[in-house]
C-alpha cells in the first residue's frame, strides 16, 4: 500500500504530460496561419524576431516564476550547457525550415515531415534510449519508410523538407531528454545562445521592414506576437518530453501536422498529387497501427500497475 502515493504521482506527472503534449502539437498545428501573415518578411528575419522576441518574453516569465538559481545551475554544468548549445542550434534550424517551407507553398512537405516524427521518435528511443521496439512499432516504420521510397521513385527526389523537420527536431527532443533542465530555464538558455546571431542579423542584414518604427501597428503587433507563438507550444513540448516515455510523445504527434495538411490542402489550395496522397496513406496507416500498439501497451501498464499496487 506504500506505493499507492508514488503512483499516484506518476500518473498526475504523466497526465500534466499529455495535457501538454496535446496543447504543443494543435498550437503547431495552427502556425502555418500565422507565419503567412508576415510573408513580407525573408524567412531569415523572422527567424530573427522569434528569437529575441522568445528571449524578452522568457525573461519576463523566469523573473515572474524565481527560476533564476535553475538558470545559474544550468550554466555552471559545462555539460549541460554543451548540450543546450547544440539543441539551440538544431532548434534555430528547425524554425528557419519551417518558416521557409511555409511561405513557399510547401506546407504539405512539412505536414509530411511531422507525420514521420513519431516514428523517427521511437526509432532513436530504441537507438538511445533503449526503449524497446514492439512488433506493431516495427511494422509502423517500415510502412513509413516505404511511403517514403514512393515518394521518392515518383518525383526522382528525396522530400528533403519533410526530413530535414522530421529528423531536427526528432533529436533536438533527444537531446533536451538528456539534461535535468525545466523547460522554462532550459529554452531560455537556448534562445539566448542563438541571440547574438539574431542581433548580427538584425543590425547589418534586416530588410526595410526591419525598422519597426517605419512599420504599421499590425504588422508591428505580428512581429511581437512571435515570441508568444514560439514560446508557448515549445514550453509545453519540453514540459510534456520529461514527465512521459518519448516514445509515447509521438501518440500525440498526429495533432500538429493533421492540422497543417488541412490547412494546406482546404485553405491554400496546395496541389495533392496522387503519388503524395499514397505516401501520406502508408503514413496514416503506420501511425494508425502505432497508436493502436500504444493504446494497448498503455493499458498494459496501467492494469500492471493496479495489481502491483494491491
Not at 528571449?55 to 516569465?61: E, H, I, P, R, T
Not at 522554462?184 to 518604427?213: K, V
Not at 510523445?249 to 500538429?256: A, K, N, V
Request: aromatic letters at 14%; glycine letters at 6%.
Amino acid at each position: 500500500m506504500s506505493l499507492e502515493p508514488a503512483l499516484s504521482k506518476q500518473a498526475s506527472a504523466a497526465q500534466v504530460g499529455v495535457n501538454c503534449a496535446i496543447a504543443a502539437y494543435s498550437m503547431w498545428g495552427v502556425a502555418p496561419v500565422y507565419f503567412k501573415q508576415l510573408m513580407v518578411l525573408p524567412a531569415a528575419e523572422i527567424l530573427m524576431h522569434r528569437v529575441i522576441w522568445s528571449v524578452v518574453l522568457l525573461v519576463g516569465f523566469i523573473a515572474a516564476l524565481k527560476q533564476w538559481p535553475k538558470v545559474g545551475a544550468a550554466f555552471r554544468n559545462k555539460r549541460v550547457m554543451q548540450i543546450l548549445f547544440v539543441a539551440g542550434l538544431l532548434l534555430g534550424a528547425n524554425w528557419l525550415l519551417f518558416i521557409w517551407a511555409i511561405n513557399n507553398d510547401h506546407i504539405l512537405d512539412a505536414s509530411l515531415g511531422y507525420y514521420i516524427n513519431p516514428l523517427i521518435n521511437v526509432f532513436l528511443g530504441r537507438l538511445f534510449l533503449g526503449e524497446r521496439l514492439r512488433n506493431l512499432q516495427r511494422v509502423a516504420v517500415g510502412l513509413a519508410v516505404v511511403g517514403v521510397a514512393i515518394l521518392i521513385f515518383s518525383y526522382g527526389h528525396v522530400p528533403w523538407i519533410a526530413l530535414v523537420l522530421a529528423g531536427s527536431f526528432s533529436v533536438y527532443g533527444l537531446l533536451r531528454k538528456q539534461v535535468a533542465v525545466d523547460s522554462l530555464p532550459g529554452l531560455f538558455i537556448e534562445t539566448l545562445m542563438l541571440s547574438p546571431l539574431a542581433i548580427i542579423y538584425w543590425l547589418f542584414f534586416g530588410s526595410e521592414y526591419s525598422n519597426l518604427f517605419n512599420n504599421d501597428a499590425t504588422l508591428n503587433t505580428l512581429i511581437l506576437a512571435a515570441g508568444i507563438v514560439t514560446t508557448a507550444p515549445l514550453l509545453c513540448f519540453t514540459a510534456a518530453a520529461r514527465r512521459i516515455m518519448y516514445s509515447t510523445l509521438g501518440f500525440f504527434q498526429y495533432i500538429g501536422p493533421t492540422l497543417m495538411f488541412i490547412l494546406a490542402v482546404y485553405l491554400y489550395g496546395e496541389p495533392l498529387e496522387e503519388s503524395r496522397l499514397v505516401t501520406f496513406g502508408f503514413v496514416w496507416i503506420a501511425l494508425i497501427l502505432f497508436s493502436a500498439d500504444s493504446l494497448v501497451n498503455y493499458r498494459s501498464q496501467r492494469k500492471a500497475q493496479k495489481r502491483f499496487a494491491e
